[in-house]
């Protein structure tokens, strides 16, 4: 089991409610990043970060919004949620200083929005 | 548009026969990764190739990649009720991030 850590696990919202996705990890690792999936879909890359006070927006345009003050936390953070917002929010994180990129990731939070 | 390509989108089998997954994708890359998901978790990294290597194994799994085709199978052997997941390619590109396919829902049935 990888030391990455979201919560919560799950959350149903009403329309209009601020939110924010929790994302802690305990292995150092420089780089993090958000993504969005849908039920048996692919995975889409919303947001990223190599490092504090480094954050960088995916291939998948998003609403949300990220920060990365603290080298173990990635927090993702809707102002105004909306039904379209509804869906599996995974975190991940690997390593800086090798050559594979393997991603370590979350167990994800599923978002419903009302 | 995503990189990765895979089929069969579904496959269904009987514990202990074979099940193979196919990746295919459009530029260069630096190594092919492949992941497992549970139904409602997170990914789980399985296995690693370089784009310099042809065939690598751990254990019951199997992957080969051809960069002149630019596509990669997962051989999983021996299969288990427990292997059931969705399995996903992603290809490094040296661009440090990574860039799923679509996935293949495997399904063991006991």
Known sequence: ?114 | SQQGEEDPQALSIQEGENATMNCSYKTSINNLQWYRQNSGRGLVHLILIRSNEREKHSGRLRVTLDTSKKSSSLLITASRAADTASYFCATDNQGGKLIFGQGTELSVKP
Request: contains cysteine.
């Open chain 1, 1 to 114: 089991e990888a030391d990455i850590y979201q919560t919560p696990r799950y959350l149903v919202i009403g329309t209009g409610k601020k939110i924010t996705l929790e994302c802690s990890q305990t292995m150092g690792h420089d780089k993090m990043y958000w993504y969005q999936q849908d039920p048996g879909m692919e995975l889409h890359l919303i947001h990223y970060s190599y490092g504090v006070n480094s954050t960088e927006k995916g291939d998948l345009s998003s609403e949300s919004t990220v920060s990365r003050i603290r080298t173990e936390h990635f927090p993702l953070t809707l102002e105004s949620a909306r039904p379209s917002h509804t869906s599996q929010y995974l975190c991940a994180s690997s390593a800086t200083g090798t050559t594979k990129n393997i991603q370590y990731f979350g167990a994800g939070t599923r978002l419903s929005v009302l």
